[in-house]
């Protein structure tokens, strides 16, 4: 069996490409932090059967400033395979912590890096990169050429992070790869990102347990995919015969108008009735005209996005609505 090892397995990503993973066989090592709650939501249809967790998948207590953990646990597992998902990933958050996003996002990706380049079996390396590091791009859409050009903390760490895995790559001959990864969501995305924020609230005004949704500026317009599919493309991308990087991205742009409006929609509800502007949730710089081309990964690893953004919304509001019933796990979808 190939095996891998994969950081934030306990998030979104993760916990797509831990399925990806052990559907393909894999023996899958997730390294995740110790926090006073032994919850893993998005891990619990794994986490309970008896034949997959401590058999196919293990869990290890590591933080991405622990290089001493991280190196142990790689030459404990020997992996094939690094899948390097973790880190501070709000990006308005890093605005507020930007000290501790660069410390996790940036230097933790470069430990990672000179670790795995001590090994002797050189195991393949996958970072998810992010289209912020584009930041305001002066041309759209975006390809892997397109110049970095971040504006925020987050996406600051994250091109550092992204040229030295292409450092890596072009001095010691190393098999790293980045995925620069558009905004991609799903109904394991976290609370405090927009889009759960909006299907959430929507569930929940409908049920008549909310009664506005206070948004920041409805204007600013991403490429929105899902999630799981991603996590497909990141496997695919190791898999190829040479390390490369590749933009994953839906190559369609939609305002956080258009979701809430979609999303309101389909619980036949009026968004401008529900939603109000606060300016507290207006970031100090936002990135504009992200517009993702994936046509290199559709080209070379017959990667393309499917989902397109009103089945994607309508996905997230009817999990969140049985969700809030109690009659479905967020592990479902």
Same mark, same amino acid.
């Given at each position: 069996?190939r095996?891998?090892i994969i950081?934030?397995?306990t998030?979104q990503?993760?916990?797509y490409?831990?399925e990806v993973l052990?559907?393909k066989?894999?023996?899958?090592?997730?390294?995740?932090?110790?926090?006073?709650s032994l919850?893993?939501?998005?891990l619990l249809?794994?986490?309970?059967?008896?034949?997959?967790?401590?058999?196919r998948?293990?869990l290890?207590?590591?933080?991405?400033?622990?290089?001493?953990?991280?190196?142990?646990i790689?030459?404990?597992?020997?992996?094939?395979e690094f899948?390097h998902?973790?880190g501070?990933?709000?990006?308005?958050?890093?605005?507020?912590i930007?000290?501790?996003?660069?410390?996790?996002t940036?230097?933790?990706?470069?430990?990672?890096m000179?670790?795995?380049?001590?090994?002797?079996?050189?195991?393949?390396l996958l970072?998810?990169?992010?289209?912020?590091?584009f930041?305001?791009?002066?041309?759209s859409?975006?390809?892997e050429y397109t110049p970095?050009?971040?504006n925020s903390?987050y996406?600051?760490?994250k091109a550092?992070?992204?040229?030295m895995?292409?450092?890596?790559?072009?001095s010691?001959?190393?098999?790293f790869c980045?995925?620069?990864?558009?905004n991609?969501?799903?109904?394991r995305?976290a609370?405090?990102?927009?889009?759960?924020?909006?299907?959430?609230?929507?569930a929940?005004?409908k049920l008549g347990?909310? =009664?506005? @949704?206070?948004?920041? /500026?409805?204007?600013?317009?991403?490429?929105w995919?899902? &999630? $799981?599919?991603?996590?497909?493309?990141?496997?695919?991308?190791l898999?190829?015969?040479s390390?490369?990087?590749?933009v994953?991205?839906t190559?369609t742009s939609?305002t956080?108008?258009e979701?809430?409006?979609i999303?309101?929609?389909?619980?036949g509800?009026?968004?401008?009735?529900?939603?109000?502007?606060?300016?507290?949730?207006?970031?100090?710089?936002?990135a504009a =005209?992200? @517009?993702?081309?994936? /046509?290199?990964?559709?080209?070379?690893?017959?990667w393309? &996005? $499917?989902t397109h953004?009103?089945?994607?919304v309508?996905?997230?509001?009817?999990?969140?609505m049985?969700l809030l019933a109690?009659t479905q796990?967020?592990?479902?979808?």
């Open positions: 069996m095996s891998a950081t934030g397995i998030g990503d993760g916990s490409l831990c052990l559907n066989g894999y023996v899958v090592h997730g390294i995740v932090r110790r926090s006073s919850e893993r939501p998005r249809s794994q986490y309970n059967n008896t034949e997959i967790y401590g058999k998948l293990f290890h207590y590591a933080d991405l400033s622990d290089t001493t953990s991280i190196r142990r790689i030459a404990q597992t020997k992996p094939d899948y998902l973790a501070q990933s709000h990006v308005g958050l890093s605005f507020e930007p000290e501790s996003t660069c410390e996790l940036a230097m933790g990706t470069l430990r990672i000179e670790i795995l380049r001590d090994q002797p079996n050189n195991p393949k970072h998810a990169s992010s289209r912020e590091i930041g305001t791009p002066k041309i859409p975006q390809d970095q050009n971040p903390p996406g600051c760490a550092f992070a992204t040229q895995v292409r450092v890596y790559r072009e010691h001959g190393s098999f980045n995925a620069i990864c558009y991609h969501e799903s109904p995305r609370e405090n990102f927009v889009t759960r924020k909006i299907t959430l609230a929507v929940r005004i347990l909310q =009664s506005k @949704l206070m948004l920041g /500026s409805v204007d600013s317009a991403r490429d995919g899902y &999630a $799981k599919e991603y996590a497909e493309a990141m496997w695919l991308i898999q190829h015969a390390p490369d990087d590749y994953l991205a190559g939609h956080v108008r979701f809430a409006q999303a309101f929609e389909h619980v509800l009026d968004w401008q009735q529900h939603v109000e502007l606060d300016k507290r949730f207006v970031r100090p710089a936002d =005209s992200l @517009l993702g081309d994936a /046509s290199k990964a559709e080209r070379i690893l017959g393309k &996005a $499917k953004l009103h089945e994607l309508r996905l997230m509001v009817d999990h969140d049985k109690g796990p967020m592990t479902d979808q």
